[in-house]
């Protein structure tokens, strides 16, 4: 029989590693806290990453960034920053890696940091950087000095940054400390001629490793490229898989696999090199064999204008797309069942009064493996509304999804393009960044339920007091609305969607800034910020200190 005696310290130990905040109790207490056992706090996480992509290599393009933390993280100490990452060749994975390990502050934290995918998710990630404020033209860029490029100053206050140069980097950073829960950072280009021409918007995103894109597409007349940033000290190894209407597409040029992204990196991979011919409608899946990336598409169109894509939400049998605006002329709807099974949907549209169902579209099969797209035409009707794809038959076994539209306002030469893929809900909270004085629109949707909703408006990047209202939402309806604004506001700012009470609710926000008589548009949809993190009860468990083997 061997026997194993472990120290009372080493037990403490070994627990606040699991747990990162263990509680030890007395030796008569340990039955009952023993019941307590996994049960899940949440916490507000410690670290955050984002990763913003290169905004537009065009010379008549302008891009402004608003970063923000709403008020309410731990401890008092802490920071927010964003760093240029290099631009890495896809065919030379040593390209950048000498210039990954910046010597910015930031990235020699990094090294032991951010390990797995779950601490992505959660918002636990990296560093933080400097405590300085915004920046703007030639020296916003921060290229190669290891000066932070937009950071802010305290949470609940959004800091502002703008450039327009044609070779802006993407950029990489890390919010700890209080900045950490719900960091936001917004990037917004006004692109003024050419492909592409209108606004492009994105929220910079949270790193992962697998990511689907339905929407994109490799037709004539449109580039969409795909923008892989890696915030992290170790390379990522990532794999590119597009699929069509008759299933996986045969590689074009390039294969799209093992690309290299180095350390502190972006590599943009043109979708139209992995397809041997042009395709309309296809769906990108994205997927890091090492390490992990942020990845966007940016889509630009020639006669359609363009903006970012965002990934679709995590596969499952229903998805729900909120915010189409009440003036939208066209929908494209892609829709990709991803497993080995077809799928049977429901197709609705929840408005301002309820949920309706397209004529001739109240239903969709979706092959399996195979993008379904389909035009909604006169879908809308001069009230915005929320798509809301849903089992076409109840049951546990339903196969999953992922799914996108593509939106057009204006008409003949004057139409611009966003894209709204389906989102996850508002758990607890969301928050948009860049919000301006006019041309802002927040859409709230309850498929299911009623829902209460506090809608509350940060001060402005240049001054003004916050400025909140709450908002009831019927069952089955999307409310469309202008959000509030901050008291004597100036500059943008920051507006924070709290789900008080009630059903699942889908958001998203809208700018609009009309140019020449282009309706210039994009959509963010909203998922919850992933503030707070699950955190297991423990209890002391004496029978470790013996083993009776």
């Avoid at 917004?186 to 990511?211: K, M, N």
């Avoid at 997927?287 to 995590?314: F, H, M, N, Y």
């Avoid at 408005?351 to 797209?373: D, N, Q, W, Y």
């Avoid at 958001?507 to 309706?519: F, I, N, Y």
Wanted: with cysteine; hydrophobic share 35%; charged share 20%.
């Amino acid at each position: 029989m061997n026997r194993t005696v472990l120290s009372v310290g080493a037990v403490a130990v070994a627990l606040a590693a699991v747990t990162g905040v263990a509680a030890l109790t007395a030796p008569e207490e340990a039955a009952s806290s023993a019941e307590s056992v996994g049960t899940a706090a949440r916490k507000p996480v410690e670290r955050s990453t984002l990763v913003c992509p290169s905004p537009s290599t065009s010379d008549v393009a302008e891009t402004a960034y608003e970063a923000f933390t709403p008020k309410g993280g731990p401890g008092k100490k802490g920071s927010a920053a964003l760093y240029a990452a290099e631009r890495a060749d896809p065919q030379d994975p040593a390209d950048g890696e000498e210039n990954g390990e910046s010597d910015s502050e930031e990235s020699g934290k990094d090294k032991n940091q951010d390990k797995n995918k779950d601490d992505a998710k959660d918002g636990d990630s990296e560093d933080g950087g400097g405590s300085e404020g915004g920046a703007s033209g030639e020296d916003a860029a921060g290229k190669g000095n290891g000066k932070p490029f937009l950071s802010l100053s305290s949470p609940g206050t959004p800091v502002a940054a703008e450039t327009d140069d044609s070779e802006a980097p993407a950029l990489t950073g890390t919010a700890d400390g209080p900045f950490a829960p719900g960091w936001t950072v917004q990037q917004t280009t006004t692109v003024a001629a050419g492909a592409g021409r209108g606004l492009q918007g994105t929220s910079c995103s949270v790193p992962d490793t697998s990511f689907w894109f339905p929407g994109a597409g490799t037709a004539e007349g449109r580039q969409d490229y795909v923008h892989l940033t890696n915030p992290d000290s170790t390379p990522a190894v990532v794999d590119l898989e597009l699929y069509g209407k008759e299933g996986k597409e045969k590689a074009g040029q390039g294969s799209g696999k093992g690309i290299t992204v180095p350390p502190h990196a972006t590599v943009p991979v043109l979708l139209s090199t992995l397809t041997p011919e042009p395709v309309t409608n296809v769906t990108l899946h994205v997927i890091a064999r090492s390490g992990r990336v942020g990845a966007l598409i940016q889509s630009s169109d020639r006669k359609l204008g363009g903006d970012w894509l965002a990934p679709s939400a995590d596969p499952g049998p229903g998805q729900v797309l909120p915010g189409i605006p009440e003036d939208a002329t066209a929908v494209r709807l892609s829709v990709l069942a991803p497993g080995g099974a077809d799928a049977d949907l429901k197709v609705q549209l929840a408005g301002k009064s309820g949920r309706i169902s397209p004529a001739g579209h109240e239903s969709l099969h979706v092959k399996a493996g195979m993008v379904t797209t389909v035009d909604l035409k006169g879908l809308i009707k001069g009230e915005a509304g929320s798509l809301v794809l849903s089992p076409a038959e109840d049951g546990d076994d339903a196969p999953d999804v992922v799914a996108a539209a593509r939106v057009l306002r204006g008409k003949g030469s004057k139409q611009e393009t966003a894209f709204i893929p389906a989102t996850a809900p508002v758990q607890k909270r969301a928050t948009a960044a860049g919000n301006t004085a006019s041309g802002t629109t927040l859409a709230l949707a309850a498929p299911e339920g009623g829902a209460k909703v506090r809608v509350t408006a940060s001060p402005g990047s240049g001054g003004g007091s916050p400025k909140s209202t709450t908002v009831t939402l019927k069952g089955h309806t999307t409310k469309a609305f202008t959000p509030p604004r901050p008291a004597d506001g100036k500059g943008g700012y920051a507006v924070t969607v709290e789900r008080l009470s009630g059903g699942p609710v889908y958001a998203s926000r809208t700018l609009e800034h009309e140019q020449s008589g282009v309706p210039g548009f994009t959509v963010q949809t909203l998922p919850d910020d992933r503030s707070t993190v699950a955190v297991p009860e423990s209890a002391q468990d004496l029978s470790v200190l013996n083993d009776d083997e």
